[in-house]
Protein backbone atom coordinates (compact mmCIF):
# COMPACT_ATOMS: atom_id res chain seq x y z
CA UNK A 1 0.00 0.00 0.00
CA UNK A 2 2.52 2.52 0.74
CA UNK A 3 4.34 1.79 -2.37
CA UNK A 4 1.59 2.60 -4.48
CA UNK A 5 1.24 5.91 -2.21
CA UNK A 6 4.75 7.21 -3.45
CA UNK A 7 4.17 6.30 -6.88
CA UNK A 8 1.04 8.06 -7.34
CA UNK A 9 2.93 11.16 -5.38
CA UNK A 10 6.03 10.95 -7.92
CA UNK A 11 3.86 10.58 -11.02
CA UNK A 12 2.08 13.59 -10.00
CA UNK A 13 5.40 15.75 -9.55
CA UNK A 14 6.81 18.34 -11.76
CA UNK A 15 10.43 17.42 -13.04
CA UNK A 16 13.36 17.95 -10.60
CA UNK A 17 14.41 20.80 -11.87
CA UNK A 18 11.35 22.87 -11.07
CA UNK A 19 11.48 25.05 -7.75
CA UNK A 20 8.39 22.96 -6.08
CA UNK A 21 10.10 19.35 -6.94
CA UNK A 22 11.46 18.59 -3.12
CA UNK A 23 8.53 19.72 -1.12
CA UNK A 24 6.30 17.46 -3.74
CA UNK A 25 8.11 14.54 -3.13
CA UNK A 26 8.28 15.58 0.71
CA UNK A 27 4.56 15.29 0.78
CA UNK A 28 5.11 11.75 -1.15
CA UNK A 29 7.25 10.69 2.07
CA UNK A 30 5.30 12.12 4.24
CA UNK A 31 2.41 10.06 2.68
CA UNK A 32 4.61 7.35 2.78
CA UNK A 33 4.78 7.79 6.43
CA UNK A 34 1.52 7.83 7.36
CA UNK A 35 0.95 4.93 5.19
CA UNK A 36 3.71 3.12 7.61
CA UNK A 37 2.09 3.96 10.24
CA UNK A 38 -1.11 2.88 9.39
CA UNK A 39 0.53 -0.30 8.73
CA UNK A 40 2.06 -0.65 12.41
CA UNK A 41 -0.98 0.04 13.93
CA UNK A 42 -2.64 -2.63 11.88
CA UNK A 43 0.42 -5.12 12.48
CA UNK A 44 0.04 -4.19 16.51
CA UNK A 45 -3.98 -5.02 16.41
CA UNK A 46 -3.47 -8.41 15.13
CA UNK A 47 -1.04 -9.00 17.64
CA UNK A 48 -3.15 -7.63 20.43
CA UNK A 49 -5.87 -9.87 18.67
CA UNK A 50 -3.61 -12.70 18.59
CA UNK A 51 -2.46 -12.38 22.18
CA UNK A 52 -6.62 -11.82 22.95
CA UNK A 53 -7.75 -15.37 21.38
CA UNK A 54 -4.62 -17.12 23.19
CA UNK A 55 -5.79 -15.54 26.90
CA UNK A 56 -9.20 -17.17 25.56
CA UNK A 57 -8.03 -20.37 24.33
CA UNK A 58 -5.85 -20.77 27.49
CA UNK A 59 -8.91 -20.24 30.08
CA UNK A 60 -8.46 -18.23 32.82
CA UNK A 61 -5.51 -17.61 34.84
CA UNK A 62 -5.02 -18.80 38.65
CA UNK A 63 -5.99 -15.70 39.80
CA UNK A 64 -9.26 -15.90 38.12
CA UNK A 65 -9.69 -19.23 39.78
CA UNK A 66 -9.07 -17.71 43.42
CA UNK A 67 -12.64 -15.67 42.55
CA UNK A 68 -15.50 -17.04 44.73
CA UNK A 69 -18.06 -15.49 42.06
CA UNK A 70 -16.78 -17.10 38.71
CA UNK A 71 -17.14 -20.94 37.90
CA UNK A 72 -14.80 -22.23 35.22
CA UNK A 73 -15.37 -24.97 33.63
CA UNK A 74 -13.20 -27.08 30.71
CA UNK A 75 -15.52 -28.57 28.66
CA UNK A 76 -14.34 -31.30 26.34
CA UNK A 77 -15.98 -29.61 22.89
CA UNK A 78 -17.77 -26.56 20.83
CA UNK A 79 -21.37 -27.31 20.83
CA UNK A 80 -22.84 -27.69 17.53
CA UNK A 81 -25.73 -25.05 18.06
CA UNK A 82 -27.61 -23.32 21.13
CA UNK A 83 -30.69 -25.21 20.70
CA UNK A 84 -30.62 -28.94 22.19
CA UNK A 85 -33.87 -29.81 19.60
CA UNK A 86 -31.43 -29.69 16.75
CA UNK A 87 -28.48 -31.66 18.72
CA UNK A 88 -27.71 -35.26 19.96
CA UNK A 89 -24.03 -34.32 21.91
CA UNK A 90 -23.22 -33.81 25.56
CA UNK A 91 -21.43 -30.86 24.59
CA UNK A 92 -24.36 -29.15 22.97
CA UNK A 93 -26.66 -30.14 26.05
CA UNK A 94 -24.20 -28.67 28.76
CA UNK A 95 -23.66 -25.45 26.90
CA UNK A 96 -27.64 -24.84 26.58
CA UNK A 97 -30.67 -27.51 27.90
CA UNK A 98 -28.57 -27.85 31.43
CA UNK A 99 -27.78 -23.91 31.35
CA UNK A 100 -29.87 -21.44 29.47
CA UNK A 101 -33.30 -24.10 29.37
CA UNK A 102 -36.22 -25.93 31.77
CA UNK A 103 -37.84 -28.53 30.92
CA UNK A 104 -41.61 -29.14 31.99
CA UNK A 105 -40.27 -31.96 33.54
CA UNK A 106 -36.82 -32.90 34.99
CA UNK A 107 -34.62 -35.78 36.39
CA UNK A 108 -33.78 -35.27 40.15
CA UNK A 109 -30.41 -33.78 40.54
CA UNK A 110 -28.14 -37.37 39.95
CA UNK A 111 -30.81 -39.77 39.22
CA UNK A 112 -33.15 -40.71 37.20
CA UNK A 113 -36.54 -39.24 38.93
CA UNK A 114 -38.89 -37.41 37.46
CA UNK A 115 -39.75 -34.40 39.42
CA UNK A 116 -41.45 -30.84 38.34
CA UNK A 117 -40.29 -28.49 36.70
CA UNK A 118 -42.18 -25.93 34.72
CA UNK A 119 -44.97 -27.61 35.04
CA UNK A 120 -45.69 -28.04 38.86
CA UNK A 121 -48.02 -31.26 38.58
CA UNK A 122 -49.51 -33.40 36.11
CA UNK A 123 -52.82 -35.41 35.65
CA UNK A 124 -51.99 -38.97 33.67
CA UNK A 125 -55.73 -40.07 31.59
CA UNK A 126 -56.88 -43.91 32.54
CA UNK A 127 -56.45 -44.78 29.14
CA UNK A 128 -52.81 -43.22 28.97
CA UNK A 129 -53.62 -41.32 25.98
CA UNK A 130 -53.96 -37.91 27.29
CA UNK A 131 -51.47 -35.58 29.87
CA UNK A 132 -52.42 -32.57 31.46
CA UNK A 133 -49.69 -30.55 32.90
CA UNK A 134 -50.69 -27.73 34.93
CA UNK A 135 -47.82 -24.71 34.44
CA UNK A 136 -45.90 -22.65 37.16
CA UNK A 137 -47.24 -19.16 37.12
CA UNK A 138 -44.87 -16.10 37.02
CA UNK A 139 -41.57 -18.11 35.66
CA UNK A 140 -39.64 -14.96 33.70
CA UNK A 141 -38.01 -15.30 30.46
CA UNK A 142 -34.00 -14.20 30.10
CA UNK A 143 -33.63 -10.27 29.92
CA UNK A 144 -30.75 -9.38 27.34
CA UNK A 145 -29.14 -7.17 25.22
CA UNK A 146 -30.81 -8.53 22.39
CA UNK A 147 -33.64 -9.25 23.87
CA UNK A 148 -36.20 -7.83 26.74
CA UNK A 149 -39.52 -9.88 27.26
CA UNK A 150 -42.78 -8.60 28.21
CA UNK A 151 -44.32 -11.18 29.55
CA UNK A 152 -43.69 -14.27 31.71
CA UNK A 153 -44.06 -18.25 30.44
CA UNK A 154 -47.26 -19.38 29.11
CA UNK A 155 -48.90 -22.63 27.39
CA UNK A 156 -47.90 -20.64 24.22
CA UNK A 157 -44.52 -21.32 24.31
CA UNK A 158 -45.03 -25.10 25.53
CA UNK A 159 -47.01 -25.48 22.36
CA UNK A 160 -44.63 -23.23 19.95
CA UNK A 161 -41.54 -25.14 21.37
CA UNK A 162 -43.13 -28.81 20.59
CA UNK A 163 -44.83 -27.79 17.00
CA UNK A 164 -42.05 -26.61 15.77
CA UNK A 165 -40.57 -29.83 15.77
CA UNK A 166 -43.77 -31.69 14.83
CA UNK A 167 -45.50 -29.36 12.05
CA UNK A 168 -43.31 -29.02 8.56
CA UNK A 169 -45.15 -26.07 8.24
CA UNK A 170 -44.52 -24.54 11.24
CA UNK A 171 -42.19 -20.95 10.29
CA UNK A 172 -39.29 -22.19 12.49
CA UNK A 173 -39.29 -25.74 11.41
CA UNK A 174 -36.72 -25.60 8.85
CA UNK A 175 -34.84 -22.78 10.52
CA UNK A 176 -31.01 -23.83 10.89
CA UNK A 177 -31.27 -27.00 9.26
CA UNK A 178 -34.41 -28.26 10.58
CA UNK A 179 -33.18 -31.63 11.60
CA UNK A 180 -35.18 -32.93 15.29
CA UNK A 181 -33.20 -35.65 15.45
CA UNK A 182 -34.34 -37.35 18.68
CA UNK A 183 -38.17 -36.46 18.30
CA UNK A 184 -37.70 -37.84 14.83
CA UNK A 185 -35.76 -41.01 15.60
CA UNK A 186 -38.06 -41.96 18.86
CA UNK A 187 -41.19 -41.52 16.78
CA UNK A 188 -42.45 -38.26 18.46
CA UNK A 189 -44.29 -36.77 15.48
CA UNK A 190 -46.57 -39.95 15.41
CA UNK A 191 -47.11 -40.34 18.84
CA UNK A 192 -48.34 -36.90 19.96
CA UNK A 193 -51.59 -36.69 17.76
CA UNK A 194 -52.03 -32.96 19.23
CA UNK A 195 -50.60 -30.03 21.73
CA UNK A 196 -53.30 -27.85 22.80
CA UNK A 197 -53.76 -24.76 25.68
CA UNK A 198 -56.82 -24.98 27.85
CA UNK A 199 -55.85 -21.17 29.01
CA UNK A 200 -52.30 -19.66 29.34
CA UNK A 201 -51.28 -22.07 32.41
CA UNK A 202 -52.73 -25.65 31.37
CA UNK A 203 -51.40 -27.42 28.70
CA UNK A 204 -52.83 -31.19 26.98
CA UNK A 205 -51.03 -33.55 25.19
CA UNK A 206 -52.52 -36.01 23.29
CA UNK A 207 -51.31 -39.32 22.17
CA UNK A 208 -52.05 -41.49 19.49
CA UNK A 209 -51.21 -44.53 21.70
CA UNK A 210 -50.50 -45.19 25.52
CA UNK A 211 -46.71 -44.67 25.63
CA UNK A 212 -44.74 -46.04 28.64
CA UNK A 213 -41.59 -43.82 28.29
CA UNK A 214 -43.62 -40.20 27.44
CA UNK A 215 -42.86 -38.58 30.91
CA UNK A 216 -38.95 -39.64 30.26
CA UNK A 217 -39.16 -38.45 26.81
CA UNK A 218 -40.11 -34.82 27.67
CA UNK A 219 -37.70 -34.81 30.51
CA UNK A 220 -35.03 -35.25 28.07
CA UNK A 221 -32.70 -32.29 26.74
CA UNK A 222 -35.13 -31.84 23.31
CA UNK A 223 -38.10 -30.85 25.20
CA UNK A 224 -36.70 -27.45 26.48
CA UNK A 225 -38.97 -24.77 26.64
CA UNK A 226 -38.30 -21.24 24.04
CA UNK A 227 -39.73 -18.25 23.99
CA UNK A 228 -42.25 -17.42 21.36
CA UNK A 229 -42.04 -13.97 21.81
CA UNK A 230 -38.32 -14.24 21.51
CA UNK A 231 -39.16 -16.18 17.89
CA UNK A 232 -41.86 -13.83 16.75
CA UNK A 233 -39.63 -11.10 17.36
CA UNK A 234 -36.54 -11.98 15.47
CA UNK A 235 -39.40 -13.63 12.22
CA UNK A 236 -40.43 -9.79 11.88
CA UNK A 237 -36.81 -8.51 12.15
CA UNK A 238 -35.65 -11.44 9.31
CA UNK A 239 -33.11 -12.90 11.43
CA UNK A 240 -35.10 -16.17 12.42
CA UNK A 241 -31.53 -18.19 12.21
CA UNK A 242 -29.96 -16.12 15.62
CA UNK A 243 -32.71 -17.94 17.78
CA UNK A 244 -30.66 -20.74 18.18
CA UNK A 245 -27.18 -19.34 18.05
CA UNK A 246 -28.04 -16.33 20.56
CA UNK A 247 -30.39 -18.26 23.03
CA UNK A 248 -33.00 -17.64 25.73
CA UNK A 249 -34.88 -19.37 28.02
CA UNK A 250 -36.10 -19.59 31.74
CA UNK A 251 -33.05 -21.72 33.41
CA UNK A 252 -30.46 -20.68 35.56
CA UNK A 253 -27.62 -18.80 33.81
CA UNK A 254 -28.38 -16.18 31.16
CA UNK A 255 -25.91 -16.40 27.61
CA UNK A 256 -23.83 -13.99 27.28
CA UNK A 257 -21.10 -14.18 24.67
CA UNK A 258 -19.44 -17.31 22.12
CA UNK A 259 -16.23 -17.13 21.12
CA UNK A 260 -16.34 -20.29 18.51
CA UNK A 261 -14.35 -23.29 19.84
CA UNK A 262 -12.54 -21.29 22.02
CA UNK A 263 -15.29 -19.64 25.37
CA UNK A 264 -18.46 -19.66 26.23
CA UNK A 265 -19.88 -16.80 29.16
CA UNK A 266 -23.21 -16.99 30.85
CA UNK A 267 -24.19 -14.42 33.91
CA UNK A 268 -26.29 -15.75 36.59
CA UNK A 269 -29.70 -15.49 36.83
CA UNK A 270 -30.57 -13.53 39.39
CA UNK A 271 -34.76 -13.95 38.54
CA UNK A 272 -34.25 -17.75 38.25
CA UNK A 273 -38.16 -19.14 38.84
CA UNK A 274 -37.49 -22.63 39.82
CA UNK A 275 -35.54 -22.11 43.17
CA UNK A 276 -32.64 -20.55 44.47
CA UNK A 277 -30.27 -18.37 41.62
CA UNK A 278 -26.55 -19.74 41.13
CA UNK A 279 -24.62 -18.53 44.25
CA UNK A 280 -22.24 -17.02 41.80
CA UNK A 281 -22.07 -14.51 39.22
CA UNK A 282 -20.49 -15.95 36.20
CA UNK A 283 -20.03 -19.20 34.11
CA UNK A 284 -17.66 -19.77 31.75
CA UNK A 285 -16.81 -22.75 29.36
CA UNK A 286 -13.27 -22.56 28.24
CA UNK A 287 -13.22 -25.16 24.92
CA UNK A 288 -10.42 -27.94 25.36
CA UNK A 289 -10.85 -30.51 23.59
CA UNK A 290 -7.84 -33.02 24.25
CA UNK A 291 -7.77 -34.51 27.23
CA UNK A 292 -3.96 -33.95 27.71
CA UNK A 293 -4.69 -30.10 27.84
CA UNK A 294 -7.84 -30.17 30.29
CA UNK A 295 -5.05 -31.92 32.69
CA UNK A 296 -2.84 -29.57 32.40
CA UNK A 297 -5.35 -26.89 33.22
CA UNK A 298 -6.72 -28.22 36.29
CA UNK A 299 -3.07 -28.77 37.18
CA UNK A 300 -2.69 -25.56 36.88
CA UNK A 301 -5.65 -24.32 38.50
CA UNK A 302 -7.21 -22.64 35.43
CA UNK A 303 -10.32 -24.38 35.59
CA UNK A 304 -12.92 -25.32 38.59
CA UNK A 305 -13.95 -28.22 36.80
CA UNK A 306 -12.62 -30.89 33.61
CA UNK A 307 -15.18 -33.32 32.15
CA UNK A 308 -14.06 -36.49 30.75
CA UNK A 309 -10.71 -36.67 31.75
CA UNK A 310 -8.41 -39.62 30.22
CA UNK A 311 -8.33 -42.80 32.52
CA UNK A 312 -4.64 -42.72 31.94
CA UNK A 313 -4.63 -39.42 33.65
CA UNK A 314 -6.41 -40.92 36.76
CA UNK A 315 -3.81 -42.07 39.11
CA UNK A 316 -1.83 -38.63 38.61
CA UNK A 317 -5.24 -37.01 39.54
CA UNK A 318 -5.17 -38.66 42.69
CA UNK A 319 -1.83 -37.51 43.49
CA UNK A 320 -3.30 -33.55 43.37
CA UNK A 321 -4.04 -32.40 46.92
CA UNK A 322 -5.85 -29.39 45.87
CA UNK A 323 -8.35 -31.67 43.90
CA UNK A 324 -10.52 -34.95 43.69
CA UNK A 325 -11.88 -37.60 41.18
CA UNK A 326 -15.80 -38.09 41.01
CA UNK A 327 -16.75 -41.33 39.39
CA UNK A 328 -20.16 -43.35 39.39
CA UNK A 329 -21.01 -46.13 36.78
CA UNK A 330 -21.89 -45.45 33.05
CA UNK A 331 -25.05 -45.54 31.55
CA UNK A 332 -23.04 -45.75 28.42
CA UNK A 333 -22.07 -48.28 25.56
CA UNK A 334 -19.33 -47.99 23.20
CA UNK A 335 -19.57 -49.73 19.78
CA UNK A 336 -18.89 -49.95 16.13
CA UNK A 337 -21.73 -49.48 13.69
CA UNK A 338 -21.90 -51.28 10.54
CA UNK A 339 -23.43 -49.40 7.54
CA UNK A 340 -25.79 -51.73 6.42
CA UNK A 341 -26.84 -49.85 3.03
CA UNK A 342 -23.09 -50.72 2.23
CA UNK A 343 -21.66 -53.72 0.89
CA UNK A 344 -20.83 -56.12 2.06
CA UNK A 345 -22.11 -54.80 5.29
CA UNK A 346 -25.59 -55.44 3.67
CA UNK A 347 -24.43 -59.32 4.65
CA UNK A 348 -25.68 -60.70 7.74
CA UNK A 349 -22.73 -63.15 7.34
CA UNK A 350 -20.13 -60.59 7.47
CA UNK A 351 -21.23 -58.92 10.16
CA UNK A 352 -21.15 -61.84 12.33
CA UNK A 353 -17.74 -62.20 11.28
CA UNK A 354 -16.48 -58.92 12.18
CA UNK A 355 -18.10 -59.55 15.39
CA UNK A 356 -15.90 -62.96 15.71
CA UNK A 357 -12.98 -60.91 14.30
CA UNK A 358 -12.62 -58.03 17.29
CA UNK A 359 -10.38 -58.76 20.33
CA UNK A 360 -12.58 -56.84 23.44
CA UNK A 361 -11.06 -57.87 26.25
CA UNK A 362 -8.00 -56.71 24.73
CA UNK A 363 -9.78 -53.30 23.98
CA UNK A 364 -10.75 -53.04 27.44
CA UNK A 365 -7.55 -54.05 29.26
CA UNK A 366 -5.19 -51.54 27.14
CA UNK A 367 -7.76 -48.71 25.41
CA UNK A 368 -10.01 -48.53 28.64
CA UNK A 369 -7.65 -49.72 31.08
CA UNK A 370 -9.77 -52.32 32.65
CA UNK A 371 -12.39 -49.40 33.95
CA UNK A 372 -14.91 -50.82 31.63
CA UNK A 373 -17.40 -53.72 31.21
CA UNK A 374 -17.31 -55.60 28.10
CA UNK A 375 -20.51 -55.06 25.85
CA UNK A 376 -22.81 -57.82 24.82
CA UNK A 377 -25.76 -55.53 23.31
CA UNK A 378 -27.34 -52.29 22.96
CA UNK A 379 -28.13 -51.31 26.67
CA UNK A 380 -26.15 -50.90 29.83
CA UNK A 381 -26.19 -53.07 33.04
CA UNK A 382 -27.10 -50.44 34.84
CA UNK A 383 -30.66 -50.18 32.84
CA UNK A 384 -33.20 -52.71 33.41
CA UNK A 385 -34.36 -54.84 30.53
CA UNK A 386 -30.21 -55.46 29.97
CA UNK A 387 -29.33 -59.05 28.82
CA UNK A 388 -26.11 -60.79 29.40
CA UNK A 389 -26.30 -63.56 26.82
CA UNK A 390 -22.79 -63.34 25.12
CA UNK A 391 -23.60 -63.96 21.17
CA UNK A 392 -19.94 -64.01 19.68
CA UNK A 393 -16.42 -64.89 21.27
CA UNK A 394 -13.39 -64.41 20.03
CA UNK A 395 -13.01 -66.27 16.96
CA UNK A 396 -10.67 -65.31 14.37
CA UNK A 397 -11.16 -68.90 12.49
CA UNK A 398 -15.20 -68.61 12.98
CA UNK A 399 -14.94 -65.22 11.68
CA UNK A 400 -12.61 -66.74 8.23
CA UNK A 401 -15.68 -69.17 7.64
CA UNK A 402 -17.95 -66.59 7.68
CA UNK A 403 -16.60 -64.92 5.57
CA UNK A 404 -15.95 -67.52 3.33
CA UNK A 405 -19.75 -68.18 3.83
CA UNK A 406 -20.80 -64.58 2.16
CA UNK A 407 -18.89 -64.62 -0.45
CA UNK A 408 -15.58 -62.91 0.52
CA UNK A 409 -12.90 -66.29 1.12
CA UNK A 410 -10.13 -63.68 0.48
CA UNK A 411 -11.79 -60.68 2.65
CA UNK A 412 -12.07 -57.66 1.47
CA UNK A 413 -10.81 -53.88 1.79
CA UNK A 414 -12.77 -51.07 3.87
CA UNK A 415 -12.40 -47.57 5.86
CA UNK A 416 -12.66 -47.77 9.14
CA UNK A 417 -14.04 -43.69 10.95
CA UNK A 418 -12.67 -43.28 14.68
CA UNK A 419 -13.91 -40.79 17.07
CA UNK A 420 -11.28 -37.62 16.99
CA UNK A 421 -11.83 -36.98 20.59
CA UNK A 422 -11.98 -38.59 23.54
CA UNK A 423 -15.58 -39.69 25.09
CA UNK A 424 -17.22 -41.33 27.90
CA UNK A 425 -18.01 -44.50 25.86
CA UNK A 426 -14.52 -44.37 24.19
CA UNK A 427 -11.23 -42.66 25.52
CA UNK A 428 -9.14 -42.92 22.75
CA UNK A 429 -11.14 -43.66 19.01
CA UNK A 430 -7.49 -43.60 17.39
CA UNK A 431 -5.59 -46.51 19.35
CA UNK A 432 -8.97 -48.57 19.21
CA UNK A 433 -9.00 -48.14 15.46
CA UNK A 434 -5.52 -49.42 15.21
CA UNK A 435 -5.99 -52.22 17.50
CA UNK A 436 -9.55 -53.24 16.10
CA UNK A 437 -7.61 -52.83 12.08
CA UNK A 438 -4.68 -55.36 13.63
CA UNK A 439 -7.64 -57.79 14.45
CA UNK A 440 -9.42 -57.55 10.71
CA UNK A 441 -6.22 -58.38 9.16
CA UNK A 442 -6.23 -60.88 10.51
CA UNK A 443 -9.17 -62.91 9.16
CA UNK A 444 -8.65 -60.91 5.38
CA UNK A 445 -10.27 -57.52 6.00
CA UNK A 446 -7.99 -54.91 5.33
CA UNK A 447 -8.74 -51.47 6.93
CA UNK A 448 -7.59 -47.66 6.43
CA UNK A 449 -8.43 -45.51 9.17
CA UNK A 450 -9.92 -42.21 8.50
CA UNK A 451 -11.30 -39.29 10.85
CA UNK A 452 -12.78 -35.59 10.69
CA UNK A 453 -13.30 -33.04 13.13
CA UNK A 454 -15.81 -33.65 15.88
CA UNK A 455 -18.39 -31.60 14.03
CA UNK A 456 -17.58 -32.86 10.87
CA UNK A 457 -17.62 -36.64 12.04
CA UNK A 458 -21.06 -36.74 13.83
CA UNK A 459 -22.94 -35.50 10.70
CA UNK A 460 -21.02 -37.23 7.92
CA UNK A 461 -22.14 -40.85 10.01
CA UNK A 462 -25.82 -39.27 10.41
CA UNK A 463 -25.77 -39.21 6.63
CA UNK A 464 -24.17 -42.52 6.19
CA UNK A 465 -21.06 -41.61 4.34
CA UNK A 466 -19.06 -44.16 6.58
CA UNK A 467 -18.52 -47.72 6.31
CA UNK A 468 -17.28 -49.04 9.96
CA UNK A 469 -17.70 -46.09 12.52
CA UNK A 470 -17.22 -45.98 16.20
CA UNK A 471 -19.75 -44.12 17.78
CA UNK A 472 -21.55 -44.19 21.49
CA UNK A 473 -24.35 -43.67 23.47
CA UNK A 474 -25.03 -41.78 27.03
CA UNK A 475 -28.73 -42.77 28.36
CA UNK A 476 -30.40 -39.39 28.81
CA UNK A 477 -33.07 -41.45 31.06
CA UNK A 478 -33.28 -44.85 32.54
CA UNK A 479 -35.46 -46.39 30.21
CA UNK A 480 -34.62 -48.85 27.78
CA UNK A 481 -36.51 -47.10 24.99
CA UNK A 482 -34.04 -44.53 25.14
CA UNK A 483 -31.05 -46.73 23.98
CA UNK A 484 -33.07 -49.14 21.68
CA UNK A 485 -35.80 -47.02 19.62
CA UNK A 486 -33.30 -43.85 19.22
CA UNK A 487 -30.27 -45.98 18.03
CA UNK A 488 -31.84 -48.89 16.17
CA UNK A 489 -35.43 -48.17 14.89
CA UNK A 490 -36.11 -47.72 11.51
CA UNK A 491 -37.53 -44.20 12.45
CA UNK A 492 -33.85 -43.23 13.59
CA UNK A 493 -31.90 -44.11 10.15
CA UNK A 494 -34.17 -41.20 8.87
CA UNK A 495 -33.61 -39.13 11.99
CA UNK A 496 -29.84 -39.91 11.69
CA UNK A 497 -29.10 -41.79 14.58
CA UNK A 498 -29.11 -45.28 13.46
CA UNK A 499 -25.60 -45.17 12.09
CA UNK A 500 -26.04 -48.73 11.01
CA UNK A 501 -28.55 -47.67 9.24
CA UNK A 502 -30.59 -51.07 9.51
CA UNK A 503 -34.09 -51.90 9.79
CA UNK A 504 -35.52 -54.14 10.43
CA UNK A 505 -39.56 -54.67 10.93
CA UNK A 506 -39.56 -57.88 13.42
CA UNK A 507 -37.47 -55.50 15.46
CA UNK A 508 -39.43 -52.49 15.40
CA UNK A 509 -42.87 -54.58 16.04
CA UNK A 510 -41.40 -55.60 19.43
CA UNK A 511 -40.19 -52.26 20.56
CA UNK A 512 -43.73 -50.86 19.67
CA UNK A 513 -45.49 -53.42 22.06
CA UNK A 514 -42.53 -52.50 24.54
CA UNK A 515 -43.79 -49.07 24.55
CA UNK A 516 -47.36 -49.00 24.40
CA UNK A 517 -47.42 -51.79 27.44
CA UNK A 518 -47.82 -50.54 30.84
CA UNK A 519 -46.35 -53.05 33.18
CA UNK A 520 -42.71 -53.03 33.72
CA UNK A 521 -42.11 -56.79 33.29
CA UNK A 522 -44.16 -56.98 29.96
CA UNK A 523 -42.04 -53.84 28.53
CA UNK A 524 -38.84 -55.88 29.51
CA UNK A 525 -39.81 -59.06 28.30
CA UNK A 526 -40.34 -57.02 24.56
CA UNK A 527 -36.98 -55.54 24.70
CA UNK A 528 -34.96 -58.76 25.56
CA UNK A 529 -36.93 -60.40 22.28
CA UNK A 530 -35.76 -57.40 20.25
CA UNK A 531 -32.53 -57.72 21.78
CA UNK A 532 -32.21 -61.18 20.69
CA UNK A 533 -32.77 -59.87 17.20
CA UNK A 534 -30.14 -57.43 17.82
CA UNK A 535 -27.83 -59.83 18.34
CA UNK A 536 -28.56 -62.18 15.84
CA UNK A 537 -28.69 -59.37 12.47
CA UNK A 538 -25.34 -57.98 14.07
CA UNK A 539 -25.71 -54.36 12.84
CA UNK A 540 -22.65 -53.05 15.72
CA UNK A 541 -20.21 -54.58 17.36
CA UNK A 542 -20.55 -53.19 20.92
CA UNK A 543 -17.81 -52.66 23.09
CA UNK A 544 -17.51 -51.21 26.18
CA UNK A 545 -19.81 -49.30 29.29
CA UNK A 546 -17.22 -47.63 31.34
CA UNK A 547 -17.62 -45.52 34.26
CA UNK A 548 -17.53 -41.78 34.28
CA UNK A 549 -15.47 -39.40 35.74
CA UNK A 550 -15.20 -35.85 36.42
CA UNK A 551 -12.37 -33.97 38.59
CA UNK A 552 -12.74 -30.62 40.02
CA UNK A 553 -10.85 -28.69 42.37
CA UNK A 554 -11.73 -28.98 46.24
CA UNK A 555 -13.00 -25.36 46.52
CA UNK A 556 -16.28 -26.58 44.33
CA UNK A 557 -19.22 -27.55 46.63
CA UNK A 558 -21.71 -29.75 45.77
CA UNK A 559 -21.13 -30.87 42.41
CA UNK A 560 -23.63 -33.93 41.39
CA UNK A 561 -22.44 -36.05 38.78
CA UNK A 562 -25.32 -37.04 37.00
CA UNK A 563 -25.99 -40.43 35.84
CA UNK A 564 -26.58 -39.69 32.29
CA UNK A 565 -23.40 -37.38 32.27
CA UNK A 566 -24.53 -34.17 31.75
CA UNK A 567 -23.70 -31.01 33.76
CA UNK A 568 -25.50 -29.19 36.49
CA UNK A 569 -23.91 -26.25 37.63
CA UNK A 570 -26.70 -23.86 39.37
CA UNK A 571 -26.28 -25.95 42.62
CA UNK A 572 -22.54 -25.42 42.91
CA UNK A 573 -20.68 -23.11 45.48
CA UNK A 574 -17.40 -22.14 45.51
CA UNK A 575 -15.82 -21.81 48.57
CA UNK A 576 -12.07 -21.35 49.55
Not at 192 to 217: K, Q
Request: glycine share 6%.
Amino acid sequence: MATLSLRLSHSRCPKWSDPHWSDCYIQGLDQLVNEFNRGVLRVIKKILLLAFSGILATGCTSDDISRTDRLIFCSEGSPMIFNPQLAIDGATYNASSRTVFNRLVDFRLGTTEIVPSLAESWVISPDGKEYTFFLKKNVEFHSTKFFTPTRKMTSEDVLFSFNRMRNEEHPYHKVNGGTYEYFQSMGMGKVIESISAIDDHTVVFRLTRPEAPFMASIAMDFSSIFSKEYADQLLKAGKPEQFDHKPIGTGPFIWKKYVKDTIIEYDANKKYSLGPPPKYDHLVFVITPQPEDRFKKIKKKECHIINEPNPSDLEQFSKLSFAQIVRRPGMNTGYLALNTSHSPFDNVYVRQAINHALNKRKYIEKVYLSLANEAVSVLPPMVWGHVNRKAYRYDPKRARELLEKAGYPKGFSTKLWYLPVGRPYNPNGKLLAEMMKEDLAAVGIKVKLVTYDWMEYLNRVRRGEHDLAQLGWTGDNADPDNFISQLLSCNAVAGGANIARWCNPEFDELVTKARIASQLGIRAKYYKEAQRIFQQEAPWVPIAHTEIFRVHLNSVKNYILSPMGTENFHQIEIRE
